[in-house]
Each structure stands twice: as C-alpha cells, then as structure tokens.
C-alpha cells in the first residue's frame, strides 16, 4: 500500500526531519537513509517499523541539519595553521612570488578548522522520537488510502451481486429457448421426437448449462470478501486469493453461457474483478 509522512523538529542543536514513503510490494521491505552517525538506530527502527507495517517496500530518510546555531563555533587548529603558512612561505620562497592566501581558501584546507566532537547521544534519541511520531503519521495515511480501498471494492462487490441476480432471473428463459430451439431443428428435419430421449436430452444438457452452482460460489466468495475487511489482521493476500477464486468462477459462468445477455453479465463480472483485484494489491 501507498503511503507518505514527513515531520521535522527543531532543537537546540539543530533540525531533525525523517521523511516515509512505500509502495506496494508482496512483503516487508524498509531501507534506511541517515547520516553515518544515526546508524546505530536502524536495527531498532527497522523492528519498531515491522510491528506497524506488514507488507509494502518502505523507504526512510533522516536529514540533519545544524543550521548554524548559535552554540557553533569555529575553533582552529592553530599548530596545523603554522604549518600550512610554513609552507606557503617556502613556496614563495622558492618562486620568488608575493602572494598572500585568501582567508576562506585556507579555511578549507583540510584539518584548519577542527571538527568539535558533538555528545550524539541526545540527538540519536530525539531521532528515534521523532521516527516513532513519523510512523504514526505515515499509518494514518496508509490507514486513510484503506477506507478509500475497502470503499471501492465494496462497491464493486455490489455490482457483481447484481449481475448475479440478473443470470438468475435470466437463466430460465434461456433453458426454455434451448428447448424451443431443439424441437423448431428437428421438426425442420422431419425427426419423431420420442419423449424418452428428449427428456434426457434435456435433462443432460441442462446439466451442462447449469449455472447455480458458479453463481452461488461467486456469492460465497463476496461474502467472504465482507468478512475479511472486518479482520484485525493483515488482508491483502487473502483478498488476493478470494480475488482469483472469483475470477475461476466467472470464467466457468462463461464458457457455460448460451445466451448474448448472461455473457454480457460473465464479462462485466470479469472487470469488475479485475479491477477488485489491481487494487487489492495494494492492500496490506
């Protein structure tokens, strides 16, 4: 399932920003951007992550950012400063040469301006704060994206029982033209029909026109379908599964179809399917 969170904060020290998004995939998979100095939290994240996500390719991003507060300061390495200037006086030295270097060239010389030691300890656990509310925010969404889901293949369920109810109703009717249309050819062809043999006639190609037993599997199958949005559960592979159930017995409805209207009702069941069954994709 699709989703997206973004939450930044703002310390003493600087700002923290983790930024989550996923799509859809058939199993856990989070990956981690961070600075080096925030790895230490992926393992834990990674688990606190898999007890909110079940199913879904999830990419976290934390940013860091100093913003030059006021706490920071510039502190030089004043013996490393002494022998970079020894050396830029022998090279001057050596080609006759004048110049003066500029200030800001030099402080970026490696190892000029030194590196303060910051306590990471604070900002590791602001971080993992900070990922907890982000996750929140990130299930809210993929929560949201659900009832949007759940909505649209409902409604698709409804128009399956539909055109169930119309193959019912339209069933019979075509039984009787089946049996109409038998004896118009065989009075065509002059043929005494013996009641016996009609009747098992009928009898056998009403069996292999029968259609009940498709249409109360694909009323079972729905049902289900109803059932399992009401598990406190991980879904998705279950929708999937009933997805392709329902879809084996509008097939069967269709080679079984003599008439242009109940083929009509099997080939909109098959889209209304297949459009249940994209989207259940993305359904944890």
Request: charged share 30%; aromatic share 6%; net charge negative.
């Amino acid at each position: 399932m699709t989703g997206y969170a973004r939450v930044e904060a703002s310390y003493d020290w600087g700002r923290l920003s983790w930024e989550l998004r996923s799509v859809n995939h058939r199993y856990f998979d989070v990956t981690f951007k961070m600075p080096e100095d925030f790895r230490v939290l992926e393992g834990d994240l990674r688990q606190f992550a898999g007890t909110r996500i079940a199913r879904g390719k999830v990419e976290c991003g934390l940013r860091y950012s100093r913003d030059g507060q006021a706490g920071d300061t510039i502190v030089l390495d004043r013996a490393r400063l002494s022998q970079l200037k020894d050396a830029l006086d022998a090279v001057n030295t050596e080609l006759g040469a004048t110049s003066v270097p500029e200030p800001m060239r030099v402080l970026s010389y490696p190892g000029v301006v030194k590196e303060e030691q910051a306590d990471f300890a604070p900002l590791v656990a602001a971080a993992r704060e900070l990922f907890s509310a982000a996750l929140k925010d990130f299930s809210a969404t993929r929560a949201r994206e659900g009832e949007r889901l759940q909505q649209f293949v409902l409604e698709r369920c409804d128009t399956i029982e539909t055109l169930v109810a119309e193959v019912r109703e339209r069933y019979p009717q075509v039984r009787e033209q089946w049996l109409a249309r038998l004896q118009a050819r065989c009075a065509e062809l002059g043929v005494e029909l013996d009641p016996q043999r009609l009747a098992q006639e009928v009898a056998m190609s009403a069996q292999r026109l029968d259609v009940e037993e498709e249409m109360s599997r694909l009323l079972s199958h729905l049902v289900e379908v109803r059932q399992t949005f009401k598990r406190d559960e991980a879904i998705g592979r279950r929708l999937d599964f009933l997805m392709q159930e329902l879809n084996r017995e509008a097939n069967t409805l269709s080679s079984k179809s003599q008439d242009a209207d109940m083929t009509r009702c099997a080939v909109e069941m098959k889209v209304a399917i297949e459009q249940m069954r994209e989207q259940v994709q993305n359904i944890e």
